[in-house]
Each structure stands twice: as structure tokens, then as C-alpha cells.
């Protein structure tokens, strides 16, 4: 355990995925230091599952070097110290959630209690039920339950929320805050920048194999420009208000302007010094969404 501190958990080095002619995964460089919780988010088909399969030497990378724990993913002692929940896990439907957790807790030196890894993925209820007989969102609960049963330090969670309604995801969350607080190291993946902003201290932003950005929460959403300025004046023109320092766009929206801008204190400070009269102020944050499908639409971000 002294040595994990100093290794990465995770480690990608000029990383690319080519199934025949797609490039799933385009010269991806990162690292993930144990403690960290990392959402990669991204729309459907940017590479999210494969790099998670390389992560865990599920696939092989067509070019570049992928470590686990400093090592070759593919060496079986990793097994015991990752859980994973992947997106599609089949699992006999015959069996009850007790039976089927107690099993993979075998799988592992030391594994916890079933009925706590039940427990934690809230399922307590479900414990005797056969598999075949929950929903969608309490079969997704037995995969986390999986993930857990080994005690791992680590925890791969490939779109654990997708598919469930607000409450269920909202829940979901809550049991994943709880591993957070108990010092997992965990990489998920996820569509939804609620989830991502809810869940992790880093987001890895990937779009069409591609990371596109990388950092806090606050750091994704100030990519995009940061504030949007909204006032009414009526003696001025958009060219006029374009000039002023820190604009970085201006427009017209009815009979209000709007300014996008990194400075709002800059912007408007020359506005209040002048002789013109504001109404209407509002400075209005650019939300995380909006920072999402500013940087997704945008292929010549690389940062
Ligand atoms: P995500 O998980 O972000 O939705 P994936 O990693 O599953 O994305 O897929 C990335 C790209 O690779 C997509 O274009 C997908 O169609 C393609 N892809 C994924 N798996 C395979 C495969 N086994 N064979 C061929 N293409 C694949
Ligand atoms: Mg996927």
C-alpha cells in the first residue's frame, strides 16, 4: 500500500483505439492519482467505454501505453483491488441478489460482508429477490453492489445512472458520495453534466475520441467565456459596445443587448462611467451545459 501513493491509479500515454477505420480513442495522455474522482463525460460514441476497456485491459490499445497501479492492466492481482460496473453486465436471472453478490465476493481475499455490499447499494429490500425479477434500475444497484463486494480501492463506473429517472439517479448518487467520502479512487463516465458536476472534483471532457478538457467543475464552465452581461441602453450600437475592452461578443436580443465575457467588471465599468444610462443589469453565469455544447460543437478546442 506505501508504494500506491506514488504511482498513478491510472496512467494513458499518447493513447489511440482504432476498431478497423474508427478511431474510438485519438492520442489520449492522462493521469489519474489514487484519491482522485474523475467523471469523463461526454455525448454518446466519444470513446468513454473503450477508454475505460483500456483502463482495464479489456482492449488493447492500437498505439501508446496504458498502466494500471503503475502496471500492465492485464495482470490478474489488479482484479482484487478494482471494482467495475460496466454498461452492459450479464447476469444469470435466476439468481437472488444475495446469491449473486455473495459469489463475486469470492472472487476476492477480502471481501465485505454481502449483506453490508447490499446494503450500500441500497437493495436491502431486494436482498432474496431473483435477478430476472427487478427493474432496470435495481438490476443497475446489483452491479454496483458487485463493484463493491471486493472492498476495492478503486471503482470503474461506466454510466452507472443512465436509464433511471431523477429519484432513482438522485439516490444513486448518494450511494457513490459514500464511497467518495470513504477515499475510493473512482472514474465514471456519464452523458449528464448534473452527474458530473454532482459527483466529481475533475471532469475529463472527451468528444469524438478526443479530450477536449480537463479540470474542475468551475474550470469547464469558464472555458466557454464565463458570464453573459444583459442590459438595456438605448443610445448605443452593438460595434460600438464590441470595442469595449474584455467583450468577447455582443449581440442584440430584442431590445436588450448581450455581452459574453470573461470580465464583466471591465466591461461595465466604462459603461457606468459614461454618460449612457443602463436598466435591466443582470451578469448571468454560463452554466455548465452551455460550457458542454460550447466545447463538444467546437472541434478547434484541444484544451
Ligand atoms: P461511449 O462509451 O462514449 O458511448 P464508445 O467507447 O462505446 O463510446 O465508442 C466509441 C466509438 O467506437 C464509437 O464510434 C463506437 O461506435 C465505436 N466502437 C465501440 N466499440 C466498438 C467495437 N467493438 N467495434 C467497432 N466499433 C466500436
Ligand atoms: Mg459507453
Known amino acids: 500500500m506505501a508504494t500506491s501513493t506514488t504511482v498513478p491509479a491510472v496512467e494513458l500515454n499518447h493513447v489511440t483505439k482504432n476498431y478497423g477505420s474508427v478511431q474510438a480513442v485519438k492520442d489520449v495522455s492522462l493521469k489519474v492519482e489514487p484519491g482522485e474522482v474523475v467523471a469523463f463525460l461526454g455525448p454518446n460514441g466519444a470513446g468513454k ?3 475505460i476497456a483500456l483502463m482495464l485491459g479489456m482492449r488493447r490499445a492500437t498505439s501508446g501505453s496504458v498502466t494500471l497501479f503503475g502496471e500492465n492492466p492485464r495482470l490478474a492481482n489488479h482484479r482484487k483491488r478494482i471494482g467495475v460496473m460496466l454498461q452492459e453486465s450479464g447476469v444469470p436471472e ?10 463475486f465476493g469470492r472472487f476476492h481475499d477480502n471481501p465485505m ?11 436491502t429490500e431486494k436482498t432474496n429477490t431473483r435477478l430476472g425479477r427487478l427493474s432496470g434500475g435495481q438490476k ?17 463506473l461506466d454510466e452507472p445512472t443512465t436509464g433511471l429517472d431523477v429519484e432513482a439517479r438522485r439516490s444513486f448518487w448518494d450511494q457513490i458520495n459514500l464511497q467518495i467520502k470513504r477515499g475510493k479512487t473512482i472514474i465514471l463516465t456519464t452523458h449528464n453534466l448534473e452527474e458530473a458536476d454532482a459527483l466529481a472534483r ?10 477536449i478538457a480537463d479540470g474542475t467543475p468551475d474550470e469547464i464552465k469558464g ?7 444583459r442590459f438595456r441602453a438605448t443610445d448605443r450600437t452593438v460595434e460600438e459596445l464590441n470595442e469595449l475592452t474584455g467583450v468577447q461578443f455582443v449581440q442584440r436580443i430584442d431590445n436588450k443587448f448581450e455581452i459574453y465575457t470573461k470580465q464583466p467588471e471591465a466591461v461595465l465599468a466604462p459603461l457606468f462611467k459614461g454618460e449612457v444610462e443602463l ?3 443582470e451578469v448571468i453565469g454560463a452554466g455548465l451545459e452551455e460550457a458542454f455544447l460550447a466545447l ?3 472541434d478547434k478546442h484541444t484544451a
Open 49 to 51: 467505454s473503450t477508454s
Open 94 to 103: 435466476t439468481l437472488k441478489v444475495r446469491e449473486l453478490v455473495e459469489l
Open 113 to 123: 460482508l454481502t449483506q453490508e455490499a447490499i446494503k450500500m447499494a441500497g437493495l
Open 140 to 156: 443497475q444497484r446489483v452491479y454496483f453492489a458487485l463493484a463493491l463486494v471486493g472492498n476495492p480501492d478503486m471503482l470503474f
Open 202 to 211: 475533475r471532469i475529463v471532457v472527451i468528444n469524438k475520441g478526443q479530450i
Open 223 to 229: 472555458h466557454v467565456g464565463g458570464k453573459h452581461v
Open 279 to 281: 436598466s435591466d443589469l
Open 296 to 298: 463538444t460543437d467546437n
